[in-house]
């Protein structure tokens, strides 16, 4: 668990990075959308492609989110032992590390 929350952690990092760093091209779409669902957004903000971006940067970390827990729930039972051994393991290491400064 400990190291799911790490590679979280790194890839939100990476996303706000290339987020910050990017000056994507924007390309226009064109969506079908519920009307009172689109009544709520423009009760909300004056600026419906930010809001839809921004669903959609929501939704593709959530999709992300959802596989790398998927991928880490479905490995063997030794290989989680392991992990967790390992990451108290390191987590003492720093402790002591810590400690001895």
Known sequence: MILLKVILFI?????LIILMSSNSIKQ???????REL????????NNRSSAVEEGLRL???QQIEAQLRSFYQQRPQSDQEFEQEWAE???KQM???????
């Open 28 to 34: 226009r779409i064109s969506i079908t959308v519920d």
């Open 38 to 45: 689109l009544q709520e957004i423009d009760q909300l903000t």
């Open 89 to 91: 393991f390191s987590q």
């Open 95 to 101: 402790e002591q590390i810590g400690h001895s400064e």
């Open 59 to 61: 939704w593709r970390r």
């Open 11 to 15: 890839f939100l990092n990476l996303e």
